[in-house]
């Protein structure tokens, strides 16, 4: 099991993709999918069906905004980006994260009794 790709928990892919969005400006969605794979240091690997539900999703709450434009490979593609309720909704997903977080830390630490 050690060597299995990561399960994204619910929400999760979500909050990488404004954070993509918010770093790196306007991107199309194999840019998106493929950043985070890299970040991720390939723990996280993305299929086209997965990376586009989640940016309809964002787009349908407004927390992303789409335009179509030319890829790097002259191919018509569907640019995303990041709007100011995204930025806001970032921000309080990022906090809940490293709240999240920080509690799995501490009960991890916990010794086993002997």
């Known amino acids: 099991m050690a060597d299995s790709k990561l399960d994204l928990l619910q929400g999760t892919l979500d909050v990488m993709v404004l954070q993509t969005l918010a770093a790196l400006g306007s991107q199309h969605g194999y840019g998106i999918a493929r950043r985070i794979e890299q970040v991720s240091g ?64 501490r009960v991890l630490a916990i010794a086993p009794e002997a």
């Open 42 to 105: 390939d723990e996280v690997l993305l299929n086209q069906g997965t990376i586009y539900a989640s940016l309809v999703r964002l787009q349908q709450r407004g927390w992303i905004a789409a335009k179509w434009g030319i890829s790097d490979n002259n191919r018509k593609a569907k640019f995303y980006s990041i709007t100011v309720r995204g930025r806001a909704r970032l921000a309080d997903d990022m906090a809940y994260w490293e709240r999240l977080s920080n509690v799995m830390a």
